[in-house]
């Protein structure tokens, strides 16, 4: 049974590779687009709203893992209010998925909820990472985006 869902960002939840290059101030163009001073536009993709919050009301607990300087996706988050979905925002100025997973699982366990990597569900347009996950953290389940689902909500259905 799966007890967290662990999304990777840029690629995964929206469409901007990479929002480390954002720039204040950013304002909305949309409920789902957020545009920066410099015309850098990233579009929420379609259903992360709704899978998000389906998610919450199964009790399911919903982490990020991303590469990008924490304050650039705190601010981003905040933009789309979608902060307030997850219960841990890991996000680091280096690439490795499996240090992050590895970091959100000790920050559960400060909280009292064990889990094991079977009940991780971990979803990431860049399969790369997958191989170091499972090595390092163990059987954590992982979902390709836009591979193995092409959409979001398909989420739902492998909790
Ligand atoms: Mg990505």
């Known amino acids: 049974m799966i007890k967290l869902v662990i999304f990777d960002a840029d690629k995964t939840l929206w ?14 163009a949309g409920r789902d687009v957020v545009v920066d ?8 993709f379609p259903n992360v709203r709704k899978t998000l ?6 009790g399911v607990r919903l982490a990020m893992a991303t590469w990008n300087f924490p304050h650039k996706t705190d601010k981003v ?18 690439p490795y998925k499996f240090v992050m997973i590895s970091e ?6 400060k909280r009292n909820l064990n889990l ?3 009940e991780i569900l971990f979803v ?23 591979k193995d689902i092409s959409d979001h909500l398909e989420i739902i259905s492998k909790v």
């Open 104 to 109: 959100i699982i000790r920050e559960f366990r």
């Open 124 to 146: 990431d347009d860049r399969r790369a990472h997958f191989g170091n996950v499972w090595i390092y953290v163990g059987k954590v389940n992982c979902l390709e985006m836009w």
């Open 77 to 94: 988050l905040k933009a789309l209010e979608l902060y307030d979905y997850f219960d841990l925002i890991v996000s680091r100025d280096y």
């Open 37 to 44: 001073s410099k015309g850098r536009t990233l579009s929420l």
């Open 116 to 118: 094991k990597p079977e």
């Open 53 to 58: 919050e389906e998610l919450r009301r199964r």
């Open 15 to 28: 469409d901007h590779y990479n929002i480390s290059e954002f720039q204040d101030p950013l304002t909305l």
